[in-house]
Protein backbone atom coordinates (compact mmCIF):
# COMPACT_ATOMS: atom_id res chain seq x y z
CA UNK A 1 0.00 0.00 0.00
CA UNK A 2 3.10 2.19 0.71
CA UNK A 3 4.81 2.00 -2.37
CA UNK A 4 1.26 2.60 -4.58
CA UNK A 5 0.19 5.22 -2.42
CA UNK A 6 3.94 6.70 -3.20
CA UNK A 7 3.95 5.95 -7.09
CA UNK A 8 0.28 8.03 -6.90
CA UNK A 9 1.33 11.03 -5.03
CA UNK A 10 4.75 11.58 -6.89
CA UNK A 11 2.99 11.81 -10.01
CA UNK A 12 0.74 14.49 -8.35
CA UNK A 13 3.59 16.21 -6.43
CA UNK A 14 5.87 16.27 -9.80
CA UNK A 15 2.71 17.94 -11.78
CA UNK A 16 1.44 20.32 -9.02
CA UNK A 17 4.74 21.51 -7.45
CA UNK A 18 7.97 22.62 -8.36
CA UNK A 19 10.28 20.70 -6.28
CA UNK A 20 14.46 20.81 -5.48
CA UNK A 21 16.07 17.83 -3.21
CA UNK A 22 19.22 19.20 -1.31
CA UNK A 23 21.33 16.53 0.57
CA UNK A 24 19.56 12.91 0.18
CA UNK A 25 22.10 11.07 0.41
CA UNK A 26 23.31 12.57 3.57
CA UNK A 27 20.19 10.10 4.82
CA UNK A 28 21.52 6.37 5.83
CA UNK A 29 20.02 4.10 3.53
CA UNK A 30 19.61 1.43 6.29
CA UNK A 31 19.32 1.28 9.99
CA UNK A 32 17.29 3.64 12.75
CA UNK A 33 17.32 6.95 11.78
CA UNK A 34 15.24 9.83 12.34
CA UNK A 35 14.26 13.47 10.03
CA UNK A 36 13.15 16.35 12.37
CA UNK A 37 11.96 18.56 10.16
CA UNK A 38 10.26 21.87 10.59
CA UNK A 39 6.54 22.34 8.88
CA UNK A 40 5.51 24.79 6.92
CA UNK A 41 2.52 23.16 5.16
CA UNK A 42 -0.51 20.12 4.82
CA UNK A 43 1.94 18.77 1.66
CA UNK A 44 5.11 18.74 4.16
CA UNK A 45 4.96 14.70 5.11
CA UNK A 46 4.52 13.28 1.89
CA UNK A 47 7.12 15.49 0.43
CA UNK A 48 9.63 14.22 2.92
CA UNK A 49 8.63 10.49 1.83
CA UNK A 50 8.71 11.59 -1.54
CA UNK A 51 12.59 12.89 -1.65
CA UNK A 52 13.77 9.48 -0.33
CA UNK A 53 14.00 5.69 -1.14
CA UNK A 54 13.37 4.93 2.02
CA UNK A 55 9.97 3.93 3.67
CA UNK A 56 8.72 5.95 6.94
CA UNK A 57 7.10 6.19 9.56
CA UNK A 58 5.36 9.03 10.51
CA UNK A 59 3.31 11.49 13.46
CA UNK A 60 -0.33 12.26 12.62
CA UNK A 61 -2.35 13.42 15.25
CA UNK A 62 -4.91 10.86 16.31
CA UNK A 63 -7.80 12.97 15.02
CA UNK A 64 -7.21 11.54 11.67
CA UNK A 65 -7.88 7.66 12.79
CA UNK A 66 -11.20 8.60 13.09
CA UNK A 67 -12.40 9.69 9.66
CA UNK A 68 -13.95 6.88 7.65
CA UNK A 69 -11.33 6.37 4.55
CA UNK A 70 -7.99 8.27 5.53
CA UNK A 71 -8.40 6.18 9.54
CA UNK A 72 -8.51 3.00 7.60
CA UNK A 73 -5.17 3.82 5.22
CA UNK A 74 -2.93 5.48 7.47
CA UNK A 75 -1.99 2.90 9.47
CA UNK A 76 -1.45 1.04 6.40
CA UNK A 77 1.38 4.25 5.52
CA UNK A 78 2.93 3.49 8.28
CA UNK A 79 1.40 6.16 10.24
CA UNK A 80 1.63 7.13 14.23
CA UNK A 81 -1.73 8.28 15.70
CA UNK A 82 -0.60 10.71 18.49
CA UNK A 83 -2.89 12.62 20.82
CA UNK A 84 -1.50 16.46 20.33
CA UNK A 85 -1.29 18.67 23.66
CA UNK A 86 -0.53 16.01 25.95
CA UNK A 87 2.21 13.10 26.51
CA UNK A 88 1.26 10.27 24.52
CA UNK A 89 2.95 7.42 25.97
CA UNK A 90 1.71 4.86 23.40
CA UNK A 91 2.75 6.93 20.76
CA UNK A 92 6.28 7.82 22.35
CA UNK A 93 6.90 3.70 22.63
CA UNK A 94 5.77 2.73 19.23
CA UNK A 95 8.06 5.27 17.62
CA UNK A 96 10.63 3.92 19.82
CA UNK A 97 10.03 0.46 18.57
CA UNK A 98 9.92 1.01 15.00
CA UNK A 99 13.55 2.81 15.49
CA UNK A 100 14.51 -0.29 17.00
CA UNK A 101 13.40 -2.22 14.19
CA UNK A 102 15.61 0.05 11.89
CA UNK A 103 12.86 2.25 10.23
CA UNK A 104 12.75 5.98 9.10
CA UNK A 105 10.59 8.04 11.44
CA UNK A 106 9.99 11.57 10.55
CA UNK A 107 8.84 13.74 13.03
CA UNK A 108 8.04 17.80 13.60
CA UNK A 109 9.51 18.86 16.46
CA UNK A 110 7.26 22.03 16.49
CA UNK A 111 3.95 20.00 17.58
CA UNK A 112 2.44 21.22 14.88
CA UNK A 113 1.94 23.12 11.37
CA UNK A 114 3.39 26.75 11.39
CA UNK A 115 0.70 29.26 10.57
CA UNK A 116 2.68 32.16 10.95
CA UNK A 117 6.31 33.18 9.66
CA UNK A 118 7.50 30.73 8.07
CA UNK A 119 11.16 31.93 7.18
CA UNK A 120 11.28 31.26 11.12
CA UNK A 121 11.39 27.82 12.98
CA UNK A 122 8.53 27.92 15.70
CA UNK A 123 10.02 26.42 19.43
CA UNK A 124 10.87 23.03 19.35
CA UNK A 125 9.07 20.67 21.94
CA UNK A 126 11.44 18.19 23.48
CA UNK A 127 9.65 14.42 22.85
CA UNK A 128 12.26 13.99 19.49
CA UNK A 129 15.25 14.29 21.90
CA UNK A 130 13.49 12.05 24.39
CA UNK A 131 12.74 9.28 21.30
CA UNK A 132 16.46 9.89 20.31
CA UNK A 133 17.76 9.58 23.38
CA UNK A 134 15.49 5.83 24.16
CA UNK A 135 16.56 4.80 20.44
CA UNK A 136 20.06 6.21 20.18
CA UNK A 137 19.18 6.80 16.69
CA UNK A 138 20.66 9.74 14.62
CA UNK A 139 19.17 12.71 14.17
CA UNK A 140 18.97 14.25 10.23
CA UNK A 141 17.48 17.90 10.54
CA UNK A 142 15.10 18.31 7.16
CA UNK A 143 14.10 22.29 6.53
CA UNK A 144 11.29 22.56 3.92
CA UNK A 145 11.72 25.90 2.58
CA UNK A 146 9.65 27.81 -0.45
CA UNK A 147 6.08 28.09 -1.48
CA UNK A 148 4.37 24.79 -2.63
CA UNK A 149 3.55 26.05 -6.66
CA UNK A 150 4.97 26.06 -9.95
CA UNK A 151 6.62 29.25 -10.39
CA UNK A 152 8.94 29.68 -6.96
CA UNK A 153 8.92 26.19 -5.89
CA UNK A 154 9.46 24.06 -2.63
CA UNK A 155 13.06 22.49 -1.32
CA UNK A 156 13.93 20.65 0.66
CA UNK A 157 17.19 20.07 2.05
CA UNK A 158 18.53 17.43 4.47
CA UNK A 159 21.29 18.13 7.07
CA UNK A 160 24.56 16.19 7.76
CA UNK A 161 23.03 13.61 11.25
CA UNK A 162 23.43 14.40 14.46
CA UNK A 163 25.04 11.27 16.25
CA UNK A 164 22.61 10.82 18.90
CA UNK A 165 24.73 8.15 20.74
CA UNK A 166 28.23 10.04 20.75
CA UNK A 167 26.31 13.89 21.71
CA UNK A 168 24.81 11.90 24.81
CA UNK A 169 27.81 10.14 25.75
CA UNK A 170 30.05 13.52 25.86
CA UNK A 171 27.68 14.58 29.04
CA UNK A 172 25.17 16.48 26.84
CA UNK A 173 21.61 16.18 28.00
CA UNK A 174 18.07 15.98 26.09
CA UNK A 175 17.99 19.87 26.58
CA UNK A 176 21.42 20.11 25.11
CA UNK A 177 20.00 18.08 22.32
CA UNK A 178 16.87 19.41 21.56
CA UNK A 179 18.95 22.61 21.05
CA UNK A 180 21.21 21.33 19.01
CA UNK A 181 18.52 20.20 16.55
CA UNK A 182 17.29 23.95 16.41
CA UNK A 183 21.01 25.37 15.72
CA UNK A 184 21.10 23.03 12.89
CA UNK A 185 17.75 23.51 11.42
CA UNK A 186 18.47 27.17 11.82
CA UNK A 187 21.39 27.41 9.79
CA UNK A 188 19.71 25.14 7.66
CA UNK A 189 16.67 27.72 6.88
CA UNK A 190 19.02 30.87 6.28
CA UNK A 191 21.57 29.00 4.01
CA UNK A 192 20.83 29.45 0.42
Not at 32 to 46: E, F, G, K, T, W
Not at 151 to 171: C, M, Q, R, S, Y
Request: proline fraction near 6%.
Amino acid sequence: MYEFAKFLLKRYYKLRFKITVIGKDRVPATGPVMLCSNHIADYDPPLVGLALDRQLSFFAKSELFELPVIGKVFPKLNAIPVSRGKSDRAALKTSINALKEERCLLIFPEGHRNKGDVTKLQDLQEGASFIAAKSKAPIVPVIIKGEYNRKKGVTIVFGKPIDTKEFLAAGNSRKDLTRKLEEKLNNLLFSE
